[in-house]
């Protein structure tokens, strides 16, 4: 098969639907009710390539993550050996320093006084460069985080998040780690911290709200349309089914008219509307475009989207959304982990709508992939010498054969 198949019943009975009415007055809308629609899941396997493209580069930023939350930033290899389950790394530890030489510097110390020396691990002068690389990109767009702080504040119901939640999706978005100690700080007109931060009740508030970050992406591209053609262009969304992607004639005919609404921008205030009615869904995919638009890498698993149901006012069973617009969104299954993808953000396992923060991603690659270099020419070095060696050996045992033959004659 071409093609993994799923079928997923939408039960969304607050989608039937009587548009009575709507733009003119004269105009009157029918959408069919889709609660006895079914959509089929279909696998992308571009896009799946897209997740399995960052695997290990996640990976080692998991571990290089836990040995720099380390005091000091060093570590005993053992208890890192330890760790190995909830870092999800399937070789030992020694194996991974091995496949990726430059993160790490072995040592050996004592734990404690009088104990016996042991293996260390502390980052290695790359590592180190790499870091200080990774606070000039953060000082340089700055702004930057600034605005996706803000956006996120902007959206939520009552313009205030829980600390916690915001630590939970910072390498999403593209934090920094103490963007909450150095950043927020800096900027009272836009922050302010409340509740009592030891325990677990701290919250990030609002406190001005700057109309240039009100605008989604959608509206900013249709403002940029219409300044090029010269036409009013109506926000909406960019819709295209991969290829080999089909929708029933029932389902398609809903799509159409669902487009056909008007798009409300999702930092517009909605709390006069009852979650039931037919805008709010129009609504929640405009909220998921735009969280999706700002994460880095134009994903996010779903179980953190859902985290944020409170603040976004999303329904209850709000992950349906991904699969019933599939022309916008595609639920990716890689890993046994939901995760929500922005369709136009990639061309085919590339994504193509580049944050200017995934420059330190970029530097973390290339650091790993000068290491892998290395290790490949040792590799080619090591092999080259046991084929001389062996060489030699043939040599020599070629010699020993010709002078027992001497001798015997």
Known sequence: MLFKSQTISLSVSYLKLNFKSFLNPKYTLQINPISSLKVIWRKDRKLDQAIENDKRYKLCARVVKEVLNEPG???????????????????????????????????????????????????????????????????????????????????????????????????EFGFPNDFLVNLVPKYPNYFRLTGSPGEGQSFLELVEWNPEFGKSVIEQRAEEESRLTGIRVRPNFNYKLPAGFFLRKEMREWVRDWLELDYISPYEDVSHLDQALREMEKRMV?????????????????????????????????????????????????????????????KDDQLIDRDPLLEIKDKFAELLEEGWRERAELLRLQRE????????????NEELSEQSCDEKF
Do not use: W
Request: aromatic share 10%; glycine share 4%.
């Open 286 to 346: 405009g909220v998921f475009h735009e969280l999706l638009s700002l994460s880095l890498l134009k994903r996010v698993p779903v179980p953190i989207l859902g985290k944020f149901t409170d603040e976004y006012r999303f329904s209850n069973a709000f992950s349906s959304v991904f699969t019933r617009h599939s022309g916008i969104f595609y639920m990716s299954l890689k890993g046994g982990i939901k995760t929500a993808m922005l369709r136009e953000a990639y």
């Open 73 to 171: 930033q060093v570590i005993p290899l053992r208890y890192l050996e330890n760790r190995r389950e909830r870092l999800r790394l399937n070789v030992r530890v020694k194996t991974f320093i091995n496949n990726n030489p430059g993160l790490f510097d072995t040592y050996y110390d004592r734990i404690r006084p009088k104990s016996d020396l042991v293996s260390f691990l502390r980052p290695s002068n790359m590592l180190r460069n790499f870091l200080e690389e990774e606070r000039r990109i953060y000082i340089e767009n700055e702004d930057l985080v600034v605005s996706k702080l803000c956006k996120l504040l902007m959206m939520s119901r009552y313009k205030v998040i829980s600390v916690d939640k915001l630590l939970h999706v910072k390498r």
């Open 385 to 396: 010498q046991v084929k001389k060696d062996m060489e030699v050996m043939a040599m020599r």
